[in-house]
């Protein structure tokens, strides 16, 4: 299922898993955006988003039902808008 529900479903969990992925990279590295090392927490954070999206895009490709292994979350086509 390749709507447009999905592409918002999987896209709002790969900026949220780069966004996650970045700040742990901060807080660990001792949080100090001055002098962090940035190209390496964007290839950190950026290799994060892109094993989340692979993932999505292949658990829908078995599922059918949305990016998420679960039934906790899928996208409903009869759900289009929020309707």
Known sequence: MWTAQFWKGLGERTAATFIEAMLAFLVVTGFDPMHADW????VAAGTAAGIALL???LVNLTTKDGPGLTDAEFVRPDKVNGI
Do not use: E, N
């Open 39 to 42: 190209s390496q927490i964007l």
């Open 55 to 57: 993932k999505g895009l």
